[in-house]
């Protein structure tokens, strides 16, 4: 407390006699426990600054901060003789004395103006401080406060740098929603034309498989009206036949006997007795049998299986991708992408959307004509916003074209000997055994290259079809049926 203080440091400079400490404490007010400035006095005889008992009025009930009386509705008289008797013993003290008007700051302890500043506890002291701050640099406050204000504005400066690079993110995150609403309506219409599509392809499916139950429906519906026509005659002609032998035997004997053989002719019936035909009903298990199997198994053809697909997020603003993402060539412009961390950039790479820690993975591209071109696969915290150089050292594992030579790109680059220009790669990957291997898809599948590595984190495929029109394609894959 600063009252401490001054009362230590009173105990150094004056005569160790009871009166003045006791004139010190009555001339002093109880809430700042500073000698008074513009005292006043209430009803109960306690006095206070003017100012600290207006700020503890402000905070609680209207009460004598001392005796806690009430103080409703009173108002505080000025204390004029306290007042001169606190100016005198400052006076006498060759103490400033407290002036409520003036804003110039004064030593707590002393009373007297700063006029030095110590280094090393950094705050400004007054002449009487000297000896609370032995052995410390004591600077004048004109000496030090241009080196502060220096200090100040090294801070100042780097903060209003990171002010200008919040902006500059705050600005790039504007421009992300912007992207990430173009991103979801490309990928909404994208998604309704598919669905359009492939809703057509059902409804044509549809239809023809209604016309084909409509056509066996009428087939055999026919069959069987012929059928019941050919019996209706056929029980016609007997019922006939059976009133004529009945007429017959209705004559007498002898005409009858002499008439016998020739009735007993009559009465048969020439033809063979009909059966019940078979394959007389509808083919319901090949119209409904295992029917969403059948439709899936005849859409195949109108749906391409892509084992891999690209990432677009990660794909370099040099790059194009088709809307399938399973396509990507140069762009001739640089494209306004988000610098997002996972985009390549300057690198011209475009990663595979999914990574592969475990079991065996096989996808085949199209490179075609391509004059330059890399392609393989990648450990998932390869560099994304730097050149680097593509080496399996670099986590790195792939085959590329390049001035007219092939070669695996190892830290020494090593030549492929290819008999002729392979237009279509496989690649095959296998993380359990840790093999990369490379085969020519279009020349009776033959082996370029095989990488061995121990993988210890999730790789993803790469491809880097450099700055050409030509574009690199993933190959739709054959799917195949297994049943147990």
Aim: hydrophobic fraction near 35%; aromatic fraction near 8%.
């Amino acid at each position: 407390m600063a009252e401490s203080k001054w009362n230590e440091e009173m105990s150094e400079v004056e005569e160790p006699t009871a009166g003045p400490f006791l004139l010190q404490e009555d001339l002093t007010c109880p809430v700042c426990k500073d000698f008074f400035r513009d005292p006043v006095l209430l009803r109960c005889t306690h006095s206070f600054c003017k100012g600290c008992l207006e700020q503890s009025w402000k905070s609680q009930a209207q009460r004598c901060p001392v005796c806690r009386a009430s103080c409703d509705g009173e108002a505080p008289i000025s204390n004029r003789s306290l007042m001169s008797a606190t100016e005198s013993f400052l006076k006498e003290k060759n103490w400033r004395v407290p002036n409520p008007i003036s804003n110039v700051p004064l030593c707590n302890l002393h009373h007297l103006d700063f006029q030095l500043y110590c280094v090393k506890d950094e705050v400004p002291v007054c002449v009487e401080c000297v000896t609370l701050h032995p052995t410390h640099e004591l600077r004048t406050i004109k000496q030090v406060a241009p080196s502060c204000k220096d200090e100040l504005n090294i801070k100042v400066n780097i903060l209003e740098e990171k002010v200008e690079t919040f902006k500059r993110m705050k600005k790039k995150c504007t421009n992300t929603v912007e992207f990430l609403k173009s991103q979801a309506e490309q990928a909404e219409r994208l998604i309704k034309a598919e669905f359009e599509r492939l809703r057509q392809v059902l409804n044509n499916e549809e239809a023809v498989r209604l016309k084909a139950l409509a056509d066996e429906e009428d087939l055999k519906r026919r069959r069987m009206e012929e059928r019941i026509n050919s019996l209706t005659q056929d029980i016609k002609t007997l019922s006939e036949l059976v009133q004529t032998v009945k007429r017959e035997m209705g004559a007498e004997d002898l005409p009858f006997l002499q008439n016998f053989h020739a009735l007993k002719e009559k009465a048969q019936w020439p033809r063979e007795d009909r059966q019940n035909p078979s394959d007389a009903l509808l083919s319901m298990a090949k119209h409904v049998g295992a029917l969403g199997y059948s439709i899936w198994k005849s859409m195949q053809a109108h749906v391409a299986c892509i084992p891999v697909v690209m990432d677009p997020n990660t794909a370099s603003p040099w790059l194009f991708l088709s809307p399938d993402l399973a396509s990507v060539r140069d762009s001739p412009e640089r494209q306004s992408f988000p610098d997002n961390p996972e985009r390549f950039d300057p690198c011209v790479f475009v990663l595979g959307a999914e990574g592969f820690d475990s079991g065996k993975h096989r996808w085949e591209v199209l490179v075609r004509d391509n004059p330059k071109w890399i392609l393989g696969v990648c450990n998932e915290s390869v560099a994304r916003k730097r050149k680097f150089t593509v080496s399996t050292d670099r986590g790195v594992w792939t085959i590329g074209l390049s001035k007219g030579v092939y070669n695996a790109l190892t830290s020494q680059r090593t030549v492929l000997n290819v008999d002729r220009r392979p237009e279509r790669v496989r690649v095959k990957l296998n993380i359990d055994k840790g093999e990369v291997s490379f085969w020519d898809a279009g020349n009776e599948g033959r082996h370029l290259v095989t990488f061995t590595h121990k993988f210890t984190e999730k790789v993803f495929p790469i491809f880097g079809p450099g700055l050409h029109s030509t574009p690199m394609e993933i190959a739709s894959a054959k799917v195949t049926i297994h049943t147990a």
